[in-house]
């Protein structure tokens, strides 16, 4: 792990110690001080990407494919079709290749499924139904890929994450996390931490999307007493890419949350997903993303994010440049190469922005499961959390 600010004069800095004694570990007291700032900040957003769902595994196996692992699964399922279909092995995926104009060397699934889709715009219409059949059969990979969350999975980070982030004072406002990814971490881990999650989905049975919702907050009323509190373990999340449990209505304009459902709402790896972000329900999220980054007194964390989804990407620059009272906090495995030369474009100027004396912006080079240490526990455990813990290690015992 490294760390690299305005207090770093100019250089990465190694965070060896992770006892907490910062004293002997000047890497590990500056990456303390700006995340203990990040969690303390008056308006605090959280970009969480495909690294905050790689920690998740079981059985020793990752669950949260990769986009390499998303090509192979893609190749294995064409090579089943092969099979199904008494064709040659590798029949479909060379049409596939051939009708998309990719070369045979390509290892960017997004790359392919964007060739894919403006190919099917220009062929003929015997090859542009082929392609969009296999264009169909690819997401049918994703879809089933990243629909991963099981019950029996563990999610110690993710819980652990958001006692740090999202338990925060009611003078300060609540946490907003936005997201990338498609799967459930983040919900199934506020459900087992008891979190509230104000995800635009009205609570009940048929719970119907409705931007009004993140207007709305929960309070806690006594009987005994007319004063009413707000909650404490309760956060926003936003879905910008859309959500495995997420299924637009037929006939209907309406969106709900359905868990297994075959037709999820996603917006898929490819390169018109920067138009597909600008419609229902995805730019309510970004509407709300772009607003939040320009308000004074904001920190924006951003974990397992590479910034290659320029309709991200883009907004949070032009905050950086137009709001002083933004505070930014990058953590990523390779943000120390993909921020130099020949690396990713917006992580570079960030990085020359920090150079150049802005002592708003701080790159940890760290997984998300090796930040959580780093973070302060800044609210004490709830009564409500001690009480599912309670819940949870007594059902254990009985097993």
């Not at 004694?21 to 700032?37: I, M, Q």
């Not at 996390?177 to 799967?183: G, K, M, P, S, V």
């Not at 709900?256 to 138009?275: H, M, N, V």
């Not at 002083?324 to 992580?347: F, H, M, Q, R």
Request: net charge negative.
């Amino acid at each position: 792990m490294k760390v690299r600010s305005i207090q770093t004069s100019g250089a990465w800095i190694e965070i060896a110690d992770d006892s907490g004694n910062t004293a002997a570990d000047p890497g590990s007291s500056e990456a303390r001080r700006v995340l203990s700032s990040a969690v303390r900040s008056q308006n605090l957003a959280v970009l969480a990407g495909l690294g905050t769902s790689l920690c998740v595994t079981k059985n020793s196996v990752r669950l949260a494919p990769t986009m390499l692992d998303l090509l192979a699964r893609a190749m294995k399922r064409f090579s089943e079709i092969d099979v199904a279909r008494n064709k040659a092995d590798g029949h479909h995926w060379s049409d596939f290749e051939t009708l998309s104009n990719v070369p045979k060397s390509c290892k960017d699934l997004e790359y392919f499924m964007s060739r894919a889709t403006v190919a099917a715009g220009f062929l003929a219409p015997d090859e542009a139904g082929r392609i969009e059949s296999y264009v169909t059969e690819a997401e049918e990979v994703i879809r089933s890929a990243v629909d991963f969350m099981e019950d029996d999975v563990d999610l110690g980070v993710h819980e652990s994450f958001l006692r740090r982030v999202a338990r925060r004072s009611s003078r300060r406002s609540r946490t907003k996390l936005f997201t990338t990814n498609y799967d459930l971490c983040f919900e199934m881990a506020a459900r087992r931490s008891g979190f509230v999650v104000i995800d635009g989905f009205a609570f009940g049975n048929d719970a119907r999307f409705d931007s009004a919702q993140f207007n709305y907050d929960v309070v806690r009323r006594s009987v005994t007493e007319e004063r009413s509190d707000y909650i404490e373990n309760l956060f926003h999340l936003h879905k910008l890419h859309g959500s495995v449990d997420w299924e637009r209505q037929a006939g209907n304009s309406y969106i709900s949350r359905k868990p297994g459902t075959r037709k999820p709402l996603l917006i898929y790896p490819r390169s018109d997903k920067y138009e597909l972000a600008f419609s229902q329900p995805y730019i309510e999220m970004m509407g709300v993303f772009q607003s939040f980054v320009r308000v004074p007194s904001t920190t924006l964390l951003v974990i397992g994010f590479g910034f290659n989804d320029k309709h991200i990407a883009e907004p949070i620059l032009a905050a950086v440049r137009g709001n002083l009272g933004l505070d930014i906090v990058i953590v990523s495995p390779d943000v120390e190469t993909a921020s130099g030369k020949g690396g990713n474009s917006y992580l570079g100027e960030l990085l020359q922005l920090i150079d150049g004396g802005d002592g708003r912006i701080s790159l940890i080079a760290a997984k998300f499961e090796e930040i959580i240490k780093l973070i302060p526990d800044v609210v004490s455990e709830t009564e409500l959390e001690r009480h599912n813990q309670r819940l949870r290690n007594l059902g254990k015992s009985n097993a």
